[in-house]
C-alpha cells in the first residue's frame, strides 16, 4: 500500500487597500468598503502570527503620579494660532495645517517660525517646494528673520530626519507633507503608502523628542484635506486655513484638537507686509458711511465661540428678461432662494418682476441661520428704498411659515453689538439677559419684523387731504403697519462711534 503524502496548499495572494486597509480575496478596481478607485494593492498571503510579550519602554503607574508639566502648551508667539490652539504648541504635539493653495499657509508657519524661535527652542523650517532662497525672500518681506531658526530644503525622509538629529529643534515646521518621500518605498511623493510612512516617522521623532511638529497639508478640489484619511487620524491637531484669495480675511478652524476646544477660530489679516492677527475683526466686514443707505442690515454671526457683527447688502432692480436674476456672494444661493419666497409671501413684498443681488462685505462667508432676519430687512429696505437705522443689529432664523425662531449664543452676540457701539436689536421671542443701555425688540414672525422699515410705514398712510365721503369698511390691519415704540429713540449713530 502507497504511503499517502501530506500536501501543503500553495499560499494564495492577498489584496489590500492602501486607502482603508480592507483586505480582499481578489483584486477590483473599487475598494467597495471606502469606495476608492485604484487603491487595492497585492502584498502576499495573509501570515498567521502571534505577538509574545516583550520588554516595556516604562513600567506602568498610577495616572495622578504622571507629570503633567511637561505637556504644557508653549505659546507660538502668534495670539490667534494660539486660540484655536488652545494655548499654544504642547511639546510633542503634531498639528496639520491644510489650506487651498495661495491662502497664506506658508507665509503664516513661517513667521510663527521667526516668532518662536529663541536661544533654548531652536526651529528647523523643512521646506520641500521652494528652494531655500525663495523662503529667505519671504522672510525678508515680512521680516521674519531670527539667528535661532534654520532653514533646509530637502524632498528625502531621511535627510530630514538627519537635519533633526543635526539641530535639535523644539519645534519643527514641514512644507509640505505631500513632498517628502521615503527612499526604502516604491511611489511617488504624495501617494497613499508615502504619507503614511512620512507621518508615522515625523510622528515617532516628535513624541521621542518632546519636539512640537507643524505640517503643511494639501487640499483635493473639493476642499478635503489630500492623503488617506489616515493621515488626520495620526495627528494631534488640524487645522483648516480658510479664505477667499480676493480678500484680506483669513480664517483658521480647528477640526480636531486633543490638546483644546474645536469650536474656536483665528482671524487673520493677509497684506503684502505678510499675515496679520486680528482681535477684534469685526470692522472688516462693516461699510463706515455718513448716513444710512437702503438695502443694507447688519448682523451678528459666531465663528465657533467668537461674535462678528457683519453687513448683508441687498440690490433689487427692474429685471429686462423674462426669468429675474437671482445673485449671492458670500450667502447661501438656496437659502437666499427660501428667504426671499417667505419675504413674498408672508411680507407682503412684490419680488417676481426684480432682478435682486445678495452679499456680504469684508469676503465673510455667512452659512448660519442667524443672518435671515437680516437678509429679509435688507431686501425689503431695498424694495421700499428706504435705510433702516444705522445703529440697528437684526439676529435671528426665519423659517417657512414666516416665524422668526430663536438661534445658539444671542446674549454673547448682543453683548458683541452692544460693544460696538449699537443701541437697537431685532431678536426672536425670548432673548435673555439683555445688555444695559440696549434696546431689544422682539418679533415673532417676519411681517413683525418688516414693520422696522419706516418707509413702508409712510408708504401706507392715506393723505389727509382726503376725506372720505362715507365710514370706511372695517378690515384687519396691514401687516407693514409699523409700531411707534420700535422707532422711538432711534437717532443713528455718527460713525466715528462705530469705530
Not at 62 to 85: F, H, M
Not at 111 to 127: F, I, S
Amino acid at each position: 500500500m502507497a504511503a499517502r503524502t501530506k500536501t501543503t496548499a500553495k499560499p494564495r495572494p492577498a489584496y489590500r487597500c492602501t486607502e482603508c486597509g480592507n483586505q480582499l480575496p481578489k483584486w477590483v478596481g473599487r475598494c467597495p468598503e471606502c469606495n476608492a478607485w485604484g487603491t487595492v494593492e497585492e502584498y502576499g498571503a495573509v501570515p498567521i502570527r502571534t505577538t509574545a510579550a516583550g520588554p516595556v519602554s516604562a513600567p506602568a503607574r498610577p495616572i495622578a503620579q504622571v507629570d503633567g508639566q511637561v505637556a504644557t502648551a508653549r505659546s507660538t508667539g502668534v495670539p490667534e494660532l494660539d486660540r484655536v490652539l488652545g494655548g499654544g504648541l504642547v511639546p510633542g504635539a503634531v498639528v496639520l495645517l491644510a489650506g487651498e493653495p495661495g491662502v497664506g499657509k506658508s507665509t503664516l508657519l513661517l513667521d510663527v517660525a521667526a516668532k518662536a524661535a529663541g536661544p533654548q527652542h531652536r526651529t528647523l523650517y523643512v521646506t520641500g517646494e521652494e528652494s531655500a532662497s525663495q523662503v529667505r525672500l519671504r522672510a525678508d518681506r515680512i521680516n521674519a528673520l531670527s539667528d535661532h531658526l534654520y532653514l533646509a530644503a530637502e524632498s528625502d525622509l531621511g535627510a530630514v530626519l538627519g537635519h533633526i538629529e543635526a539641530v535639535g529643534p523644539g519645534l519643527l515646521i514641514l512644507d509640505s507633507v505631500q513632498t517628502i518621500a521615503s527612499a526604502e518605498l516604491d511611489g511617488a511623493p504624495g501617494g497613499p503608502a508615502q504619507v503614511r510612512e512620512v507621518a508615522g516617522a515625523l510622528i515617532r521623532a516628535s513624541k521621542d523628542r518632546g519636539m512640537a511638529t507643524l505640517l503643511v497639508g494639501h487640499v483635493t478640489k473639493d476642499g478635503q484635506i489630500a492623503g488617506p484619511r489616515l493621515l488626520e487620524h495620526l495627528v494631534d491637531v488640524v487645522l483648516s486655513f480658510e479664505g477667499d484669495r480676493h480678500a484680506r480675511l483669513r480664517i483658521i478652524r480647528g477640526v480636531k484638537n486633543r490638546y483644546g476646544a474645536t469650536d474656536e477660530v483665528g482671524c487673520f489679516e493677509l497684506h503684502d507686509e505678510g499675515i496679520e492677527g486680528l482681535a477684534d475683526p469685526s470692522g472688516l466686514f462693516l461699510t463706515r458711511r455718513d448716513k444710512p443707505v437702503p438695502g443694507t442690515c447688519l448682523t451678528v454671526t459666531l465663528e465657533g465661540k467668537r461674535p462678528l457683527v457683519a453687513e448683508v447688502q441687498a440690490l433689487m432692480v427692474d429685471s429686462q428678461i423674462p426669468s429675474p436674476r437671482r445673485t449671492t456672494s458670500g450667502l447661501e444661493s438656496p437659502r437666499i432662494a427660501m428667504i426671499l419666497a417667505v419675504v413674498e409671501r408672508h411680507g407682503g413684498v412684490k419680488l417676481g418682476k426684480q432682478d435682486i443681488y445678495t452679499a456680504t462685505v469684508g469676503g465673510v462667508k455667512l452659512s448660519e441661520p442667524s443672518a435671515d432676519l437680516a437678509v429679509a430687512l435688507a431686501v425689503a429696505s431695498s424694495s421700499s428704498d428706504t435705510p433702516l437705522p444705522s445703529n440697528l443689529v437684526a439676529i435671528g432664523e426665519v423659517g417657512l411659515a414666516g416665524e422668526v425662531r430663536r438661534v445658539t449664543g444671542v446674549q454673547r452676540r448682543l453683548a458683541e453689538a452692544h460693544r460696538l457701539g449699537f443701541t437697537h436689536a431685532l431678536v426672536p421671542p425670548d432673548p435673555g439677559k439683555v445688555p444695559p443701555g440696549m434696546k431689544v425688540v422682539e418679533v415673532a414672525d417676519i411681517g413683525e419684523a418688516l414693520r422696522a422699515i419706516p418707509g413702508r410705514r409712510r408708504a401706507a398712510a392715506k393723505p389727509k387731504s382726503e376725506a372720505p365721503s362715507a365710514p370706511p369698511a372695517p378690515r384687519a390691519p396691514r401687516p407693514t403697519a409699523y409700531p411707534e415704540e420700535v422707532m422711538e429713540g432711534w437717532e443713528p449713530l455718527d460713525s466715528d462711534e462705530l469705530r
